[in-house]
Structure formats: structure tokens, C-alpha cells
């Protein structure tokens, strides 16, 4: 089963900065079945983006996606109020296994 | 506009069997998804628990698979969960989502989410 590790635990950015997260596979797996979601308190997963880059219907094209291999990146380039939540990364398997990451908890600083 | 909404029992007793349902709103059921289920115990990340097609072709997860029932019901354009001999462990928030499976032609991600509900085992 691969192992999806997502970097950091928690960041602490003020509205404005850039944000970079990171989800590290346990072993390569194909950028196609690459998912980052966003999830805030008491609300649905929001889907960002798929196949590694693509931006799902709607996300604000702050939200980019990129990587390959075993090293993927969420990037959020400036931060919004509403961009604070927790991220998710997921992997599509055959077998088929799903995976998602532990998260990282975005902050307000 | 696709929504799903969970319902079923707040509340399980350990040892019982915990069944949810899923309402599907503004999509067929039978249009070209498959349907799952995916849990958040409190604290911890999410965990998939399966995945259901309406032909009836219905993947677990490996970790539940002996305790994990998927159905989709289309007359209804609803789907379920049923979990049995539960303990404090299956205690979480469950939500139901639609599901892009690359036999499909999806990426495997998980695209439209329900608000979730939460479960509680206890006695």
C-alpha cells in the first residue's frame, strides 16, 4: 500500500504570504491519481486538484498543483482569509487502494 | 448542481452493525460514478472505506473489507454503509461522495462531498 507523508504538520502564515505544502508518496506513483483536497471545521472536502495540476471547476487559480514520481506540491501563491484549513493529498491505486495523507493544517500567523 | 447528504443513526451500540444512507440530489446515480464512503475518526486524517458502482461492482477497502457492505440503490438514486460488530474505534465522521474511478475515465479522486455525519459506538 503506498504511504502518503504530507509536510509540514502544521504551517503559520500570515494572509498575503505564499504557501507551499508538501505530500511525499512511498514509493512513485503516477501524477495522474494525485488529488489535494481542502477541508475546513463542519464542512465537506472541497476537491482543489487532480492529476497532480489540473485545478478542479472553480478553484481560484492561486491553487496550483505540481510534481512527479514520489514528490508532489500544493502551492497557494497568496494567502486568502478563507484559504485557512487542512489539506489533504490522495492517491488512486490499483487493486484498487486509496490513500490520503495525514494532512497539513494551514494557520493563521 | 450534484449534493449528497448523509443520514442514518447518530449513535451505534459496540458489537451492532452502524448503517448509513447517502441521498443523491441533481445527478442520476447511474451516470458514469462509482459512490463511496469515507470516514475521519476525531482527531485523525481521512480513510476510505469503499467504493460502489450501480451495476453492483464494489471495492473495500482492504482494512474493513470483512466488516464493510456498499449497495446503491438507483430507484431510489440513494447509496449505503453498512458496517458491522463495531467498537469505539469505528467512531468517526462519515461521509458519502461521488467517486471519478479511472475505468471510467476519472482521476480516482473524490469530487462532490456530502456535509458528513457523525457516528459515535457506544454503549
Known amino acids: 500500500e503506498i504511504v502518503l507523508t504530507q509536510s509540514p504538520g502544521t504551517l503559520s502564515l500570515s494572509p498575503g504570504e505564499r504557501a507551499t505544502l508538501s505530500c511525499r508518496a512511498s514509493?512513485?506513483?503516477?501524477?495522474?491519481?494525485l488529488t489535494w483536497y481542502q477541508h475546513k471545521p463542519g464542512q465537506a472536502p472541497m476537491i482543489l486538484i487532480y492529476g497532480a495540476s489540473i485545478r478542479a471547476t472553480g478553484i481560484p487559480d492561486r491553487f496550483s498543483g505540481s510534481g512527479s514520481g514520489t514528490d508532489f506540491t500544493l502551492t497557494i501563491s497568496r494567502l486568502e482569509p478563507e484559504d485557512f484549513a487542512v489539506y489533504y493529498c490522495?492517491?488512486?491505486?490499483?487493486?484498487?487502494?486509496?490513500?490520503f495523507g495525514q494532512g497539513t493544517r494551514l494557520e493563521i500567523k | 448542481q450534484v449534493q449528497l447528504q448523509e443520514s442514518g443513526p447518530g449513535l451505534a451500540k459496540p458489537s451492532e452493525t452502524l448503517s448509513l444512507n447517502c441521498a443523491v440530489s441533481g445527478y442520476s446515480i447511474t451516470s458514469g460514478y462509482y459512490w463511496g464512503w469515507i470516514r475521519q475518526p476525531p482527531g485523525k486524517g481521512l480513510e476510505w472505506i469503499g467504493s460502489?458502482?450501480?451495476?453492483?461492482?464494489?471495492y473495500y477497502s482492504p482494512s474493513l473489507k470483512s466488516r464493510v457492505t456498499i449497495s446503491v440503490d438507483t430507484s431510489r438514486n440513494q447509496f449505503s454503509l453498512r458496517l458491522s460488530s463495531v467498537t469505539a474505534a469505528d467512531t468517526a465522521v462519515y461521509y458519502c461522495?461521488?467517486?471519478?474511478?479511472?475505468?471510467?475515465?476519472?482521476?480516482?479522486?473524490?469530487?462532490?462531498w456530502g456535509q458528513g455525519i457523525l457516528v459515535t459506538v457506544s454503549s
Open positions: 460502489s458502482y450501480h451495476s453492483g461492482t464494489t
Open positions: 490522495q492517491h488512486y491505486g490499483t487493486s484498487p487502494s486509496i490513500t
Open positions: 461522495a461521488r467517486h471519478s474511478y479511472p475505468s471510467l475515465g476519472g482521476s480516482g479522486d473524490f469530487d462532490c
Open positions: 514509493q512513485s506513483i503516477s501524477s495522474s491519481y
